[in-house]
Every structure is written in C-alpha cells, then in structure tokens.
C-alpha cells in the first residue's frame, strides 16, 4: 500500500521561539529487527563519543535545547532533550539501545549531529502533522505509557488532526505512533534550535537520508525545510 499524502505545517509563533527543523516522509521502507554492518557502523561511532563526553551547557546545540524550554518555561531537568538524553546515556553506559534498525539508525544520527531526530509511523497519524503551541487539552500517550499524561498549554509539539501529541518538545514520542518492524511509511524529524543553521541541519538531514537508503531503502517526499 502507498503512503499517504501526509502534511506538515509550522507555526510562526514555534519558529519565534528557536525551532529549526527539516521534515519528511520516507515511504515503502524496510525495517527489521538489526543489521550486522549497521551494528558494526554503531559500536565504531558509540566508541568515539564514550571517549569524549559533552558538557551540555557548553555545546552550542545541546544548549539550544535547554534555553527553547526556559522560553516555555518547562524545566530542564524534568525535560531533558532527546539527543541531549542519549549523549549521557553512552557516556554512562558506553552503548546504545537497540530498539529495531530504523530507530537504532536515526538515534546513531542524533548521537553524532546532536540534533533532535524522530520517526512516526504514518499509517498511525490521524491526519496531518502540526508543530505549534500547546493548548492543554491535547491527548498524550507517551512511550512505555498506557495513560495520557496532562500537557501544559503553552509548551510546543507535534500534533496531530486528532489532537494527539505525537511528540512532546523534542523529549517524549508516543504509543501511538511508534515504529516497529512492520513500519512502511515513516514522518520523520530532524530538529534543531538557534545554534543550529540551514547548512548544518540540510547536512544532517541528507547523513540520515543516505543511512536510511542504505539499510531500510525507501523514497523520500520532502515536507518542510527550514531556510
């Protein structure tokens, strides 16, 4: 089955504050459980951060992300960034964690550009995508939870047409949209802030794009891009 023509939309009120980002749709993918040259390519890559751990106040993209929350006034140490999550993760543990081959591909992404990366299944967005402010009353399920959990109006997410969070800020994806192994189609994101320009976010984009073809193969529909 086709992708769907799936949307996305930005507010300019999100832009004000910081978020930089590129979006698109990867369609007639195929993930699996792992890759043995992909895993090799991730233990390489993991090795090399280990030794030289970041100090999130002073890198300049990791940093980003902690004043975009002061300016929604959500903490910093309640809301601690995806990549921002995972370079201490593997300072702590010295390795990553395997969820299936296309997670495992856009975290090693993330671990390396220090970027915001996320996928959502497709086929499980209602709708289209909007990254804008908060209300409050939206629905949001995160992962490893089977009750919403309250969103403060005022912060800024993805959201879909049904009003679901599909990821909180760029800290928490949901249930509801989650890749698996049976995954397709996939939305994905590749965020940034103020310490990230077009050049650096393009680049990293196409490092995700070329890793993707090379290990879940696919087409790529572009959506948005920041300029």
């Given at each position: 089955m086709p992708a769907r023509d799936l949307d996305f939309n930005v507010d300019s009120d999100v832009l004000a504050l910081g978020v930089r980002g590129i979006y698109f749709v990867a369609a007639d993918i195929g993930n699996r459980e792992s890759d043995p040259e992909f895993e090799a390519m991730r233990d390489e890559v993991v090795a090399a951060v280990a030794r030289t751990p970041l100090d999130p106040a002073a890198d300049?993209?990791?940093?980003?992300?902690?004043?975009?929350?002061?300016?929604?006034?959500?903490?910093?140490?309640?809301?601690?960034?995806?990549?921002?999550?995972l370079?201490?993760?593997?300072?702590?543990?010295?390795?990553?964690?395997?969820?299936?081959?296309?997670?495992?591909?856009?975290?090693?992404?993330?671990?390396?550009?220090?970027?915001?990366l996320g996928a959502h299944d497709v086929d499980r967005i209602d709708g289209d995508v909007h990254l804008r402010l908060t209300r409050g009353d939206e629905r949001f399920v995160p992962l490893g939870s089977s009750e919403p959990k309250p969103v403060r109006a005022g912060e800024y997410g993805y959201v879909d047409d049904a009003n679901d969070v599909i990821c909180r800020l760029e800290v928490r994806q949901v249930e509801k949209t989650k890749v698996t192994t049976a995954t397709k189609h996939c939305f994905f994101i590749v965020q940034g802030n103020a310490g990230t320009d077009a050049e650096y976010l393009?680049?990293?984009?196409?490092?995700?794009?070329a890793l993707l073809r090379q290990f879940c193969g696919g087409t790529i529909r572009m959506l948005y891009e920041w300029q």
């Open positions: 300049p993209i990791l940093a980003g992300f902690r004043q975009l929350h002061e300016r929604v006034h959500c903490s910093n140490r309640k809301f601690v960034s995806s990549p921002e999550n370079h201490s993760l593997v300072a702590r543990t010295k390795t990553l964690p395997h969820v299936n081959l296309l997670v495992d591909v856009y975290n090693l992404v993330s671990l390396q550009t220090r970027l915001a393009a680049s990293s984009a196409q490092k995700l794009i």
